[in-house]
């Protein structure tokens, strides 16, 4: 559905201030969910239901997009295309939701939830094609690899690929076979759509032909029975395959008028430029170093919004930027900040920063994102506070920053000089960081080698510590277990006493020959015509001089 920006002075809000708090930003309708700017501060559901919106875009129907099974009975049937429509999928699921339809009849069922109503329609098999004539049905299986390289303006990158084997292994884990090959269909169809007629299909229909698919996505695994937290990470990877595949067609399309949108708004925050925080009445502590570090990388993270392709990372980018800038507060402040002190510090972080193409990123945003991540959530909060900050960077005035119209002129034509633009300019130098980044570098660098130090003299302590307990433990062994050398030791002779018996030569003379003494081998061959009573003494006694004249020998040597 084409969203054509209509012209009345019924439609136009007032501008957001900085001191207006979150109700500021939530739809003008009193739904509950949060508004934007180019839905004229409704919520997108409000936004398709507002009678006006007929008198410039006719509606398109939505019930080519949500064909869930064969026709239902009038009491299963759920509501009508424009009440689903005007519901944009109703996907909180509460049955107490207070928003109730704008527009269209009611069906019988019409109190129910989405997830309710769905089951209600039988699960048979869906033949939405015999009426159309078309084929039957899906094939079996899809090869979505190979379709899309055939498609010659869709790129197939890396990333893309890599979002569509995720995307595939989230789809696999809850549905297999012609369900699959349906979902694959159901995104490739839109796939061909847009590389068919992205030059000649205004951007606005793109955008509702997508919305359309994620409508589409969510119904059939609502009547699958898939649970809430597998169902937004299915249509996360499913957004991310589409942006991915399609960010070169549909990012700020030469058909529209967003890179003019970009011009302008950067030239109109180059202009104000000289605003500090004391106009904008922003709390924040400049002269503390944490700050500016988190100022500044606040500052880089909404600039790295434009190098995002996927609604989401932009989003995540956004959701990163701005928490930085609520820890910013709370530094500032010791005190939780509130709706009413972190706006002004968004403006200011969107004045120095300067992103670029920040209103394509915005409108992309709004086009292609899933619509319940821009109604609900800190993503939707703050991307509703992004809008009414540019809101008001756009109708900014005099009496929007409590200064007079002449010297805000002047200031804003650059005709004169605020006088105190030397202290944000200095603490926003380029030169200043570089110089601050290189302290802090140093700082860390000396810190590093103190540490180096300390602990290079622990080591050298430990080593010295270590030598002296080895040498005592050594000499400790060595005391222990000393070994003292005793002097040889002296093998006495034995006399024996001289009689008549003994001056007889032996009986055993013919034993020559003998072992050695450690050998202690005795042969009783030899003994002949000796007795063994007369054998023994002559053994004995020859083995004895044997050792007494080997042991003189070794003490002569």
């Not at 708090?21 to 969910?33: I, Q, T, V, Y």
């Not at 089951?119 to 094939?139: I, V």
């Not at 860390?444 to 307990?469: G, I, K, P, W, Y």
Request: some cysteine.
């Amino acid at each position: 559905m084409p969203r054509s920006r209509p012209q009345g002075p019924a439609l136009q809000p007032p501008p957001p201030t900085p001191g207006g708090g979150s109700a500021k930003l939530l739809c003008r309708n009193g739904c509950g969910f949060f508004g934007n700017p180019e839905w004229h501060w409704y919520c997108s559901k409000c936004w398709r239901a507002h009678p006006q919106r007929s008198l410039v875009a006719p509606p398109t129907t939505r019930s080519s997009g949500l064909t869930l099974g064969p026709p239902a009975s009038p009491r299963s049937r759920p509501a009508s295309a424009g009440t689903s429509a005007g519901g944009g999928g109703s996907t909180t699921r509460s049955s107490g939701d207070p928003r109730a339809s704008h527009s269209g009849p009611k069906a019988p069922s019409g109190d129910l939830t989405l997830r309710q109503r769905l089951k209600l329609t039988p699960k048979s098999p869906r033949s939405p094609a015999s009426a159309t004539g078309a084929p039957s049905g899906p094939p079996a299986t899809f090869d979505w690899r190979q379709h899309l390289s055939n498609l010659p303006h869709i790129r197939a990158s890396t990333e893309c690929l890599s979002a569509g084997q995720v995307l595939a292994s989230h789809l696999r884990h809850w549905v297999d076979g012609k369900s699959l090959a349906e979902i694959w269909v159901l995104i490739h169809t839109l796939l061909e759509k847009i590389d068919a007629s992205h030059e000649t299909t205004p951007i606005d229909t793109i955008a509702s032909q997508v919305q359309e698919v994620y409508l589409t996505l969510r119904a059939k695994f609502i009547q699958w029975d898939v649970p809430d937290d597998d169902l937004s990470v299915i249509l996360e990877q499913s957004e991310a395959y589409l942006s991915l595949a399609t960010y070169p067609l549909l990012f700020c399309p030469s058909s529209t008028n967003d890179e003019e949108k970009d011009l302008r708004l950067q030239n109109r925050i180059r202009s104000l430029n000289w605003i500090t925080t004391q106009e904008l009445r922003c709390v924040i502590q400049e002269s503390s170093q944490r700050v500016r570090d988190l100022l500044h990388d606040a500052i880089n993270d909404i600039v790295a919004l434009d190098s995002q392709q996927t609604p989401q990372a932009k989003l995540k980018s956004l959701v990163t930027c701005c928490k930085k800038l609520i820890e910013m507060l709370l530094i500032s402040n010791e005190k939780a900040a509130s709706a009413d002190e972190f706006l002004p510090c968004l403006i200011y972080v969107c004045l120095k920063a300067n992103p670029p193409r920040l209103q394509s990123n915005v409108n992309y945003i709004t086009r292609f994102c899933i619509e319940d991540n821009l109604r609900m959530g800190d993503g939707g909060y703050y991307f509703a506070s992004l809008c009414s900050a540019l809101s008001f960077i756009e109708n900014m005035d005099a009496a929007s920053v409590d200064m007079d119209s002449t010297d805000f002129h002047n200031y804003v034509t650059g005709r004169s000089l605020p006088p105190g633009s030397w202290k944000c300019t200095l603490l926003m130098s380029e030169g200043l960081q570089v110089m601050v980044q290189n302290k802090r570098i140093l700082e860390s660098l000396s810190e590093r080698q103190h540490q180096a130090l300390t602990q290079t003299t622990s080591l050298s302590q430990q080593m010295d510590n270590f030598a002296q307990e080895i040498h005592e433990e050594v000499a400790d062994i060595l005391r222990k277990t000393a070994y003292v050398i005793k002097a040889p030791r002296t093998v006495k002779r034995l006399h024996f006493p001289v009689t008549s018996s003994s001056t007889k030569e032996p009986p055993c003379s013919k034993l020559v020959d003998l072992p050695t003494p450690t050998g202690h081998q005795l042969s009783l061959d030899n003994f002949e015509g000796c007795s063994t009573q007369n054998a023994i003494p002559g053994i004995v006694c020859q083995n004895l001089q044997h050792l007494s004249l080997q042991e003189e020998d070794d003490d002569l040597m």
